[in-house]
């Protein structure tokens, strides 16, 4: 049997936020492992903390406790802008609401996080035009994201989050704004960066169609883990 | 190149608002820049000031006179190279309101003594040959349609009657900052005519024109006149001719300084529009910076799009405004002339326009890159849908 390698690890992590004079937890005592091309879906109702634990994997937030390893890495040691230099070369976004930026064409979108890296003009343009290829928007490069529908932003999108190479791929709700069809196309779009580019993935969902492309379902509810579902067994 | 097209870009997201702010901005610039025109030309007798030229008058008061005898004694302490004088006429031309400068000079003397006014040669010499000859300015010639020939009539305030005088020449300025709006005649024609209407206001002037022989000795040539006339019915007061107009200027201390203070004023209501647009500015995208830092961008690049795109609104307008001051600069000197012989906008005036425009677009947008970079991503993610 196949020794799969953790590429994710969170051990004891908890949460809370202060609202008012109130503590309200939100993650406790969280232990789990994520491996290397794993595509692992986060259900649970709403405040349930899956997309603080997201944020938390992701290095947007901060854990009250515990420790969180990607690739072997600390990222809970980490001061803000070496927790943004890390994010710039290890992780890649997918919001529900695709959060384009409105000024910038397509192509200029996915190019936006290659400005953090050393690369060349000529390589950026490469290295955009493969990652529109890759979610078939070649045709679509001069376009602004008010000229696009939400599945043609949400696969824009995508190609933002893939255009680094990064470490692991987080989606946040990415069909929570689409229509079926859309949907579909887009978990079909992030299965096939799984299983043909090994990606791993993280992603938090409500929709249990969308969760089925997930090899792994975890479920959270009132800050606590409360199953393992591997797709396999299932 | 994308950077900029980034700030450029998002400069012009909200086109009404950003239009506003910058047409504020341009009519601040161009409120200071006047402003600081007007306080310039105050000061524009000061820089254009002869260095070895210096002015002796009653150690009373400017308005008490001094006896003409002293002129050959002046003429004789060391260090002065010629004299001449003036005295301040204050006739009124038609109307009280057509105010300009006139005084009653010893032609030869005075013309030599100011040699920044270039009269020609021929018309020179006709003053000389007509005792109720004068020379004009070419504004001030050119703002009452004078010719050559022309007989001007001035009613005599401090002396009285009407005062008759033939226009026989007309001076240009050989420098930029040459005040072209004075009117200079005769004393020899008034103080005769004093004798016969006036007796006992003649052989006075107003102050003594000295020029010395070097800058480097006019005080200890000043010295030398005031001590000669030491314990005299008339002490003298004798300074060099910077100090002269500084102690002008003085007398309107308080209007300058209430124009200095406007024109700050000015600055500081355009730094509140300003930061008021970037902060509106920066709460809109709040969502758009948590991307732009999930993406990876640090707190210097977040600053740094705020900080950019307050310097491009501020510095669009401060080159509107900045290309709006020298035409309406040029048509406010026409409207004024009798009160600003010269209104010329300086370079030092531009760079203030420029530095004014610097520090407000900088200091706008302090608070909303704060804001922008001290917002949790998290938080400002939640902005957003």
């Known amino acids: 049997m196949e020794q799969k390698t953790a590429i994710v690890e969170i051990q004891h992590v908890s949460k809370s936020y202060r609202r008012g004079s109130q503590i309200v937890p939100v993650l406790n005592d969280i232990t789990f492992d994520i491996n290397e091309g794993e595509f692992l879906a986060l259900m649970g109702p709403s405040g349930s903390g899956k ?63 290659l400005l953090l890296t050393g690369l060349t003009r000529k390589e950026r343009r490469e290295h955009v035009e493969t990652a529109l290829m890759a979610v078939n928007l070649s045709h679509r490069l001069t376009h602004y994201p008010a000229q696009l529908s939400g599945g043609e932003q949400q696969r824009v999108a995508i190609a933002r989050a893939i255009v680094t190479d ?32 090994g990606k791993t993935i993280i992603m938090v969902t409500h929709d249990p169609r969308a969760a089925q492309k997930a090899h792994v379902m975890r479920h959270l509810d009132k800050g606590i883990l409360n199953d393992v579902r591997s797709q396999d067994s299932v | ?132 000859g004068a020379v004009a300015g070419r504004k001030l010639a050119q703002r009452y349609g004078w010719k050559l020939g022309d007989t001007i009539i001035l009613k005599g ?54 020029i010395a022989k070097s800058p480097d000795i006019v005080a200890d040539v000043a010295q030398r006149i005031d001590n000669l006339f030491k314990n005299s019915l008339a002490e003298t007061l004798t300074e060099t001719e910077k100090a002269f107009i500084l102690g002008f200027i003085s007398m309107s201390d308080a209007i300058i300084t209430a124009i200095e203070l406007v024109s700050f004023v000015v600055i500081a209501i355009i730094l509140a529009v300003v930061a008021n647009t970037m902060a509106m500015t920066a709460r809109e995208r709040i969502g758009e910076y948590a991307i732009l830092k999930t993406l990876g961008f640090g707190w210097f690049k977040i600053a740094g799009l705020i900080f950019g795109e307050s310097m491009i609104i501020t510095m669009m307008g401060c080159a509107l405004g900045i290309g709006l001051t020298f035409p309406i600069a040029d048509a406010f000197g026409e409207a004024m002339g009798q009160y600003f012989p010269a209104f010329n906008v300086t370079l030092e005036t531009i760079y203030m326009d420029i530095a004014a425009s610097i520090v407000v677009g900088l200091l706008a947008a302090i608070i909303p890159s704060w804001h922008a970079i001290t917002t949790p991503v998290a938080d400002g993610l939640r902005k957003i849908g």
Do not use: C
């Not at chain 1, 000024?103 to 936006?112: H, P, Y």
């Not at chain 1, 990064?166 to 689409?178: F, H, K, Q, W």
């Not at chain 2, 002065?80 to 109307?95: C, E, K, L, N, Q």
């Not at chain 2, 020899?188 to 006036?198: G, I, P, S």
């Open chain 1, 51 to 113: 997309s603080t634990l997201l944020n938390l994997i992701a290095g947007i937030d901060k854990v009250d406790s515990g420790n969180i390893f990607v690739g072997g890495i600390d990222i809970t040691g980490l001061a803000e802008t070496e927790l943004a230099n890390w994010r710039a070369n290890h992780v890649g976004f997918v919001f529900q609401f695709y959060n384009l930026i409105p000024v910038l064409t397509a192509f200029e979108n996915v190019e936006l996080p």
């Open chain 1, 166 to 197: 990064p470490t692991i791929l987080v989606a946040d709700e990415p069909t929570g704004d689409l229509d079926r069809k859309s949907a579909e196309e887009i978990m079909g779009l992030m299965d096939g960066l799984n299983r043909e580019l």
């Open chain 2, 1 to 132: 190149m994308y950077v900029l097209k980034i700030l450029f870009k998002n400069a012009l997201r909200h086109k009404l608002r950003t239009t506003l702010t910058v047409v504020g901005i341009t009519i601040a610039v161009l409120a200071f820049g006047l402003l600081r025109t007007v306080i310039t030309t105050w000061y524009m007798g000061v820089e254009a000031s002869a260095a070895n030229r210096l002015w002796t008058r009653n150690s009373v008061s400017l308005i008490f006179p001094l006896p003409i005898a002293y002129k050959e004694k002046i003429r004789q302490v060391e260090g002065v190279r010629s004299v001449s004088h003036a005295t301040w006429f204050g006739g009124i031309y038609i109307d009280e309101k057509n105010f300009f400068a006139q005084f009653a000079v010893e032609p030869k003397t005075y013309m030599e003594a100011f040699s920044e006014y270039n009269t020609p040669p021929e018309q020179k010499a006709a003053l000389l040959r007509d005792r109720k």
């Open chain 2, 157 to 210: 305030t401090i002396y009285p009657g009407n005062w008759e005088f033939v226009l026989r020449g007309i001076y240009e300025g050989t420098r930029k900052d040459a005040d072209e709006t004075v009117f200079f005649f005769h004393w020899d024609y008034l103080n005769e005519t004093l004798k016969k209407t006036a007796p006992g206001m003649e052989d006075q002037v107003g102050s003594f024109i000295v």
